[in-house]
């Protein structure tokens, strides 16, 4: 039996892992010059490597890790549950563990959401949304809605549906020939508005352009599909919940679905359990992932209201039924760890702490804006970034092949901080338990780190 325990060195594991693992958004090249970090165990916001040291996971593990790594409630609301029934086939059976998750979600997500469709992970929530929204178009009989609109710079995944409704070149220009065409709409990202623009005059700027968008495309349109308040992977830009309420009223005066990608956003991290909270407006399709678990286990879910749910209820021979399923749909492990991760939210303040910790965060960074390779720090509750630049006065950027978001990266593994920039986009998306000292690390860390990447 092979053995995996941390008995093992960095470079030991490291040499076994790249004599066979080919690792996500990676050129395995680069692991040539760049070291291999093998995680053997984690400690609420903190993760140690085979030698021991450790590394403050100040970006989450991907945006998932929401009440630090190995919490004690979740992995006992796991073990429990891998006592009773580790998997059943979701299709004509249910278990306990989904039945209770999909009421917990119905009473905490936006009014109207009432039915709920299981997944695995993020990019298939999207896919299940797209087809939910083209197929219900479908069937009552609006088959020419066949095209979605997205944002410029959006990211909803790198599954095919998901990828073709993205804009960010560096995952979408090399599939580009396997993909859907989007229509595409400006995003009312607020580093792009014009001098003197306010937040509320950019969303409503981008409104009227997406108003005349939907004129000429409503008739083909199935919906518009946005993330909520931040554009996580395309860079971390952040927009005026405005836009979210004028997107709402625009879907309903066209006749077009509103899909919200809550996948990176939802659970807290901009400041209210859902992004779409702060606008005050309840989606047609909402997608939630990543954080639904606490980062403990793939899990993903697509809620949507009863009239989209009706429009496939049939007899069977009508063809009507929405016949999309993953092998591990409504697993019960992962539901009983959500609904863990739903419990701690229930039963601690945490919006309350994030606000706090967001207002730290928020002091610590202002003095970013006065570095002269610095063109913005923006932040949205629980996630903050800093855009670094070539020059600040002209805007212009670095180079992307200078890779300087990579030495910040390099810094940190040097300083007990696993932080992994966005091009140069240097962000933070820490789990909830850190505390205002670890903040300050973090910060400090990348400050150091930004120094290097712009010597």
């Not at 249910?94 to 209770?100: G, R, S």
């Amino acid at each position: 039996m092979t053995n995996t325990t941390n008995s093992f060195t960095n470079a030991a594991l490291a040499a076994r892992d790249l004599k066979h693992i080919w690792h996500p958004c990676t050129q395995m090249r680069d692991h040539e010059t760049i070291p291999m970090v093998p995680v053997v165990r984690g400690e609420g916001p903190w993760l140690i490597d085979a030698d021991g040291k450790r590394y403050l996971d100040c970006v989450s593990s991907w945006w998932v890790n929401l009440f630090g790594h190995a919490n004690p409630r979740i992995v006992a609301a796991l073990a429990d549950q891998a006592q009773t029934l580790e998997h059943v086939i979701f299709a004509g059976m249910t278990h306990p563990p989904a039945v209770e998750l999909a009421e917990r979600l119905v009473q905490l997500t936006p009014a109207g959401l009432d039915r709920v469709f299981f997944a695995d992970n993020g990019s298939a929530a999207v896919e299940v949304a797209l087809k939910m929204s083209f197929h219900y178009w479908r069937n009552v009989g609006h088959g020419e809605k066949t095209r979605f609109i997205a944002l410029t710079g959006s990211y909803h995944g790198e599954t095919l549906g998901a990828l073709s409704v993205s804009d960010v070149g560096l995952y979408r220009s090399t599939y580009a020939p396997l993909l859907l065409e989007p229509i595409l709409a400006p995003a009312p990202d607020t580093f792009q508005a014009e001098p003197g623009e306010s937040p509320q005059a950019m969303a409503a700027r981008c409104l009227r352009e997406l108003e005349s968008i939907l004129e000429r495309h409503a008739h083909e349109t199935c919906a518009v599909i946005v993330e909520p308040l931040v554009q996580c992977a395309g860079g971390m830009r952040m927009y005026h919940p405005d836009y979210l309420t004028g997107l709402r009223a625009l879907c309903d005066r066209f006749n077009v679905h509103f899909i919200a990608d809550e996948i990176a956003v939802g659970f807290g991290r901009t400041g209210t359990l859902f992004a779409c909270e702060q606008a005050q407006v309840a989606p047609d399709f909402m997608c939630l992932s990543k954080g639904l678990t606490g980062g403990t286990l793939p899990l993903s879910v697509v809620l949507t209201g009863e009239e989209v749910y009706q429009a496939f209820y049939d007899e069977y021979s009508s063809g009507k039924a929405f016949l999309h399923s993953h092998s591990y749909t409504g697993n019960p492990l992962a539901c009983r760890t959500a609904l863990a991760t739903l419990g701690i939210f229930r039963d601690e303040p945490v919006i309350e702490r994030n606000q706090q910790l967001g207002a730290h965060l928020a002091r610590r960074l202002a003095p970013l804006r006065d570095h002269p390779h610095v063109a913005d720090v923006r932040q949205t509750g629980m996630i903050a970034a800093v855009e670094l630049v070539a020059d600040k006065a002209r805007g212009v950027p670095f180079p992307a092949s200078e890779r300087r978001g990579l030495r910040v990266f390099l810094h940190g593994l040097t300083r007990e901080c696993l932080l992994r920039p966005l091009g140069n986009v240097v962000y933070f998306m820490p789990p909830y338990v850190v505390d205002e000292g670890m903040i300050d690390h973090m910060v400090d860390v990348a400050i150091e780190g930004i120094a290097k990447a712009v010597a």
